[in-house]
Nanobody
Framework: QVQLVESGGGLVQAGGSLRLSCATSGLTFSTYAMGWFRQAPGKEREFVAAISRWSRWSGEDTYYANSVKGRFTISRDNAKNTLYLQMNSLKPEDTAVYYC???????????????WGQGTQVTVSS
């Protein structure tokens, strides 16, 4: 049974930082690409960042939405089966429920992902 469990969300002031974690089980983590998505009230789920599975030719590739580029960093620890999202310089418009997702192939389209966590709330106050 595949499980993805996010943690690390909370309330933070604008300009602050948070680090989200996504602990996984039931899958061979190193063979999956991982993504972070977010959904604000009344809006569709949107891509935040993704990281490919490790390749001996190119290592790990990372991808970011333009809205978070330079502020957020996605990373993974294959030994701990855990995905991370370091979020700096947070803005009120970053307020959303953040989800992690897993799929064999990296993608920015949420429909491409097979497995999802339950989400963690991030609220940024102005």
């Amino acid at each position: 049974q595949v499980q993805l469990v996010e943690s690390g969300g909370g309330l933070v002031q604008a300009g602050g930082s948070l680090r989200l974690s996504c602990a996984t089980s039931g899958l061979t983590f190193s063979t999956y690409a991982m993504g972070w998505f977010r959904q604000a009230p009344g809006k569709e789920r949107e891509f935040v960042a993704a990281i490919s599975r490790w390749s001996r030719w190119s290592g790990e590739d990372t991808y970011y939405a333009n809205s978070v580029k330079g502020r957020f960093t996605i990373s993974r620890d294959n030994a701990k089966n855990t995905l991370y999202l370091q979020m700096n310089s947070l803005k009120p418009e970053d307020t959303a429920v953040y989800y992690c997702a897993a799929d064999p192939q990296v993608a920015s389209n949420p429909d491409e992902y097979d497995y999802w966590g339950q989400g963690t709330q991030v609220t940024v106050s102005s």
